[in-house]
T-cell receptor, first 117, second 113 residues
Framework: EAGVAQSPRYKIIEKRQSVAFWCNPI?????LYWYQQILGQGPKLLIQ????????DSQLPKDRFSAERLKGVDSTLKIQPAKLEDSAVYLC???????????????FGAGTRLSVL | AQKITQTQPGMFVQEKEAVTLDCTYD???????LFWYKQPSSGEMIFLIY????DQQNATEGRYSLNFQKARKSANLVISASQLGDSAMYFC??????????WGAGTKLIIKP
């Protein structure tokens, strides 16, 4: 079974530029998460989708970040314009969803390492 | 407020020894899940093991076991017979009723040959 796919793996941009990240979850997984992980910290949830609907985007800086999950499968996260403090690893995770902890185990992609200069 | 605390920023362990990584949590919810993830230097977050708050027996997955002490609100990860490939960051996380994870700050484990 294929895991969560993310691209690109690395991205270097200058501040005020825009950038987009792509995520393809595990086949059949209804829930998709985007996280921001700053070096030396645990991940911070940015947005959670259930199929193609947003469950929680309370920590997404909506003035510069946007995310969509068209057709309830793959998803893109965009930053426009980027700031220096956006330098981080952006992780995508997916889970099957349903009742019980086992169905909600989050499986992660390899992440995208963003450097904003 | 819900919180996860990992008090060990870093640990050095000799290869083949057992390792215990500490995790304490705080929540007022009666139902929650406790999870451990491994993050090697490559960056990918790898799921290791989980335990539900109502599970009676401690969870085990191969060399990993979760020492769950509900009264003490602790969920320590035990790695038996450590290997060089176990060197990584380890994160403890708690899942709430919205199926969102609250993460600890992590413990960096280095296995010495």
């Amino acid at each position: 079974e294929a895991g969560v796919a993310q691209s690109p793996r690395y991205k270097i941009i200058e501040k005020r530029q825009s950038v987009a990240f792509w995520c393809n979850p595990i086949s059949g997984h209804a829930t998709l998460y985007w996280y921001q992980q700053i070096l030396g910290q645990g991940p911070k949830l940015l947005i959670q989708f259930q199929n193609n609907g947003v469950v929680d985007d309370s920590q997404l800086p909506k003035d510069r970040f946007s995310a969509e999950r068209l057709k309830g499968v793959d998803s893109t996260l965009k930053i426009q314009p980027a700031k220096l403090e956006d330098s981080a690893v952006y992780l995508c995770a997916s889970s099957l969803a349903g009742g019980g902890w086992a169905k909600n185990i989050q499986y992660f992609g390899a992440g995208t390492r963003l450097s904003v200069l | 407020a819900q919180k996860i605390t990992q008090t060990q920023p870093g640990m050095f362990v000799q290869e083949k020894e057992a390792v215990t990584l500490d995790c304490t949590y705080d929540t007022s919810d009666p139902s929650y899940g406790l999870f451990w993830y491994k993050q090697p230097s490559s960056g990918e977050m790898i799921f290791l093991i989980y335990q539900g708050s109502y599970d009676q027996q401690n969870a085990t997955e191969g060399r990993y076991s979760l020492n769950f002490q509900k009264a003490r609100k602790s969920a320590n990860l035990v790695i038996s017979a450590s290997q060089l490939g176990d060197s990584a960051m380890y994160f403890c996380a708690m899942m709430d009723s919205n199926y969102q994870l609250i993460w600890g700050a992590g413990t960096k484990l280095i296995i010495k040959p």
